[in-house]
């Protein structure tokens, strides 16, 4: 799952707005939608408060567990 889908549903979850989201992370809703509907990828700095915000891990909203890592030698 992509970063976009990832922050939409722990939005959606947290039963807040993007506008609320926004507010409470120190961003701008424009931002907010931009990552849920564009595609845009969030600076880490933002993504670390959007992940603050929605009480998950910044790994939750960037990694897909749903692939499987390929074992370093």
């Known amino acids: ?3 976009s ?3 939409k549903q722990a ?3 947290s039963g807040l707005t993007q506008e609320e989201l926004a507010e409470r992370a120190g961003l ?4 907010i939608a931009a990552y849920e509907t564009q595609g845009v990828m969030a600076r880490y700095s933002n ?3 959007l992940a603050a915000v929605l009480h998950v891990a910044v790994e939750d909203l960037t990694n897909d ?3 499987k ?5």
């Not at 890592?69 to 030698?73: E, G, V």
């Open 11 to 13: 939005r959606m979850q």
């Open 65 to 67: 567990k749903t692939q």
């Open 47 to 49: 993504i670390v408060k």
């Open 28 to 31: 701008s809703q424009r931002s």
């Open 5 to 7: 889908m990832k922050l």
């Open 69 to 73: 890592s390929i074992p370093m030698k």
């Open 1 to 3: 799952m992509e970063f």
